[in-house]
């Protein structure tokens, strides 16, 4: 559909993804045209028909979240918004589903393509551990486990506090390599991705893909920190039949 994105990586073939982009869709601006927050400010109705198009171009059942930057993980449900900010499942064509624009959408499978999960990693919810619950909800061994980490702000455009790098380097002390010196006093760049490795290799996970993005200059994406009133994108992972 449009531009939107199919993760390459070495998914089994039974693992189905796809991230959305701002294209496809009939949200007027500033949320031109894919918009899929029900959150934002955008009309309900425009958001319904573009979820309802989303799940009838890729035929499965998304799963929604009630975001809230932390760590709780649930099991997949499209009946029902359950807060939290990752999911997981091992049945078939229900879509384990985050929105972002400008966090970190984090997909994961295991090699035998049995179970699918997602997460939604600001850097809080990064720094509290997100990753870590829901590779432990997967319940895959680590060597089993392959990641993609979908369009996130880069490295050049994440401007933090000092706080956030403490944050960090308090828990993995190499995680200062993430962070540079920005042209303002106590200020940093961030690398997320280069975050969300460490601590994914912290966990023996070693096989991560994707992380090659920036929403904020890419213009296929929405980008809070481009723009605050904006949409959201879905990144989507499931298990076909």
């Not at 589903?97 to 994961?108: E, K, N, S």
């Not at 699918?116 to 919810?125: F, P, T």
């Not at 980490?149 to 993995?172: D, K, M």
């Amino acid at each position: 559909m449009h531009d939107w994105l199919i993760p390459q990586w070495p998914a089994p073939a039974k693992v189905k993804t796809c991230v959305t982009t701002r294209s496809g869709g009939i949200s007027a601006a500033p949320y031109d045209s894919f918009n899929l927050g029900e959150h934002v400010g955008d009309d309900p109705k425009a958001v319904v028909k573009n979820r309802q198009r989303l799940v009838s171009l890729l035929g499965c059942k998304p799963s929604w979240l009630q975001q809230v930057h932390g760590v709780a993980v649930v099991e997949a449900d499209p009946a029902h918004v359950l807060e939290a900010d990752a999911s997981w499942t091992h049945k078939p064509n229900i879509a384990c589903t985050v929105m972002t624009a400008d966090c970190l959408p984090v997909l994961f499978c295991d090699r035998a393509g049995t179970r699918v999960a997602a997460a939604h990693a600001g850097w809080r919810g990064l720094a509290a551990g997100v990753l870590e619950a829901t590779l432990a909800k997967l319940a895959v061994p680590a060597d089993q486990v392959l990641v993609w980490l979908g369009p996130a702000i880069g490295p050049q455009a994440f401007e933090v506090g000092a706080e956030v790098r403490e944050a960090f380097v308090a828990q993995h002390a190499q995680t200062a390599g993430a962070f540079q010196p920005s042209a303002h006093a106590d200020k940093y760049m961030a690398d997320i991705y280069q975050l969300a490795r460490i601590r994914l290799a912290a966990c023996g996970v070693e096989a991560v893909y994707g992380g090659d993005f920036c929403t904020v200059t890419d213009p296929r994406f929405f980008s809070y920190r481009r723009s605050a009133q904006t949409g959201r994108f879905a990144s989507l992972i499931w298990l076909g039949n």
